[in-house]
């Protein structure tokens, strides 16, 4: 019972370097989702996706692509890291659209000197 | 952006005491969902209360969703230290799911 699978759990990057982040899951969920969890911010929405294919903005989008080229994976590429992007960054998938449970993964814990 | 608020961010209490927590928006929502978060972890789904005025109950907790569908509360009975944790509420719309900044919850023995 994988569920979604985020690799890596801890990274360590300096500023201006890129890296991708990634998220795959294994129950053929149409909806994936990005989110960004900060001190006292609580989860922030940053990338979303509704199908393979098709991807959009949500809340905090700045400084992160996506893609959703297979519907098991959502990977989220930082282009050139600030430490303001320094956060834990969790995935997320659903049956059907945004207001099914989501599944989340455990996160991958992101510093940025 | 449609924006939750949650109340109190932060809560101490002794083992055997009640709560009740809240999640308040001036928005309508189709439905809220209510997560648990324990450290370390990613946030797990407890509830979705969908109709005006819907009460769910799941063992100690016991949910309840606004007449009007814009704010919910959580209530927990006799709490216990495995009750400890960050609790979220989440609800959405145009394929966005927004989520309230959470209760931080202490049960101590």
């Known amino acids: 019972n994988a569920g979604v699978t985020q690799t890596p759990k801890f990274q360590v990057l300096k500023t201006g370097q890129s890296m991708t982040l990634q998220c795959a899951q294994d129950m053929n969920h149409e909806y994936m989702s990005w989110y960004r969890q900060d001190p006292g911010m609580g989860l922030r929405l940053i990338h979303y996706?509704?199908?393979?294919?098709?991807?959009d903005q949500g809340e905090v989008p700045n400084g992160y692509n996506v893609s959703r080229s297979t519907t098991e994976d959502f990977p989220l590429r930082l282009l050139s890291a600030a430490p303001s992007q320094t956060s834990v960054y969790f995935c997320?998938?659903?049956?059907?659209?945004?207001?099914?449970?989501?599944?989340f993964g455990d996160g991958t814990r992101l510093s940025i000197l | 952006t449609q924006l939750l608020e949650q109340s109190p961010q932060f809560l101490s209490i002794q083992e055997g005491e009640n709560l009740t927590v809240y999640c308040n928006s001036s928005s309508v929502f189709s439905s809220l969902q209510w997560y648990r978060q324990e450290p370390g972890e990613g946030p797990v789904l407890l509830v979705t209360v969908v109709t005006g005025g819907e009460v769910k109950k799941l063992k100690r907790l016991t949910f309840q969703f606004g007449d009007a569908r814009k704010d919910s509360s959580l209530h927990i009975t006799a709490a216990q230290p495995g009750d400890t944790g960050l609790y979220l509420c989440?609800?959405?719309?145009?394929?966005?799911?927004?989520f309230g900044k959470g209760t931080l919850l202490t049960v101590n023995p």
């Open positions: 996706s509704v199908g393979a294919g098709i991807t």
């Open positions: 989440a609800g959405g719309s145009n394929y966005k799911l927004t």
């Open positions: 997320a998938s659903s049956y059907g659209q945004y207001n099914q449970p989501q599944h």
